[in-house]
């Protein structure tokens, strides 16, 4: 969850769902930071299950109250860890309390009794901060005093302005990509875009240096069509909204954007061609589909088969479907 803080509303709504998208749907762009952060060894090869997103706290009376973290999930490899990944646009400790909220109740949610023992685990928890200064620190604490002692536990900063498109691509940080132009984003640097042709230019030769490596990685196989594509989208949209009161710089940029980032189709094509596919294994429901993505997104036709997950061995038979 995004906290908005003295954002406007829509802005921090634009960035809630740019979040909740990469995170959700881009499940291989999670590994990488979960590496640069917790300093795991994550390979790509892990599986991430998603825990339920809807936690009710008790409050005093009685009542409810009801948070929804989109964030909380579980990486299954070599071992099985935890985390809580929250982010938030300003630089504060606010976040602290609710990072609190949602690591205990989703400790309890999953706790265990065992000889009168309560036993519950604390997710490995971080912040995106996608505002920082110079007072953010690298990491918070929370600390629990009991009766039996004092317990505390890190809550792990990651933030924004600390990785330039070297870092990102070095690291593969893809899932920071949507979110790298708040490296500009205060009122003199906005100001400075939007009346310095040069300063412009530069920020647009970094979104060229953007489509052009995800685009090799596409090539390569390293990273798919409907990521590459989710990326792309999720940045213009993060472009848009913070920039939306500049608009030579927005439309400076989004003159890079334009020819590569597409309407955002990938999703639903994906998911309507899977499910009618699998529900009547029509060999042209999955000619149909295969069509769709490749027009929508200017892919090839292995990269489109690759998204509808059809197995390497029936490649040459669609080929022939699709080329014929």
């Known amino acids: 969850m995004i906290e908005l803080g003295n954002n406007a509303a829509v802005g921090g709504t634009t960035y809630d769902d740019v979040y909740k998208t990469l995170i959700n749907d881009c499940k291989p762009l999670v590994l990488p930071v979960l590496n640069e952060i917790f300093g795991e060894n994550y390979t790509g090869n892990e599986e991430i299950v998603f825990s339920q997103n809807e936690h009710f706290l008790n409050k005093q009376g009685g009542e409810e109250d009801k948070r929804i973290t989109d964030s909380s999930f579980t990486v299954i490899g070599e071992k099985t860890k935890k985390y809580l990944f929250e982010c938030q ?15 205990t ?8 009794i065992v000889k009168n023992v309560l036993e519950l685990t604390i997710p490995n928890s971080a912040i995106l901060f996608l505002r920082s200064n110079k007072s953010t ?3 918070m604490q929370i600390v629990i005093n009991t009766p039996g002692g004092s317990v505390a536990f890190d809550v792990l900063v990651m933030k924004i302005r600390k990785y330039d498109l070297e870092d990102i691509f070095e690291k593969n940080l893809l899932f920071l990509i949507p979110f790298y132009i708040f490296n500009y984003n205060s009122k003199q640097q906005l100001d400075e875009l939007n009346t310095d042709e040069d300063k412009l230019n530069t920020l647009i030769g970094k979104y060229k240096q953007i489509v052009e490596h995800l685009d090799t990685l596409t090539e390569q196989g390293k990273l798919s069509a409907y990521n590459r594509t989710t990326i792309l989208e999720m940045a213009n949209k993060v472009v848009k909204s913070l920039m939306s009161n500049y608009e030579k710089a927005m439309k400076g940029v989004e003159s890079v954007m334009g020819g590569t980032v597409l309407e955002y189709k990938a999703k639903n094509i994906y998911r309507e061609g899977r499910a009618e596919g699998n529900a009547e294994g029509k060999e042209e429901t999955l000619v149909g589909t295969l ?9 090839g036709i292995d990269q489109a088969m690759k998204l509808v997950e059809i197995p390497e061995s029936d490649y040459p038979k669609y080929r022939r479907l ?3």
């Open 89 to 103: 646009s300003t630089p504060d400790n606010s976040m602290l309390v609710r990072i609190f909220e949602y690591a």
């Open 105 to 112: 109740q989703i400790a309890l949610d999953e706790s265990e």
């Open 137 to 139: 620190p690298d990491k």
């Open 291 to 299: 069509k769709k993505l490749m027009k929508n997104l200017g892919i």
């Open 322 to 324: 699709v080329e014929g």
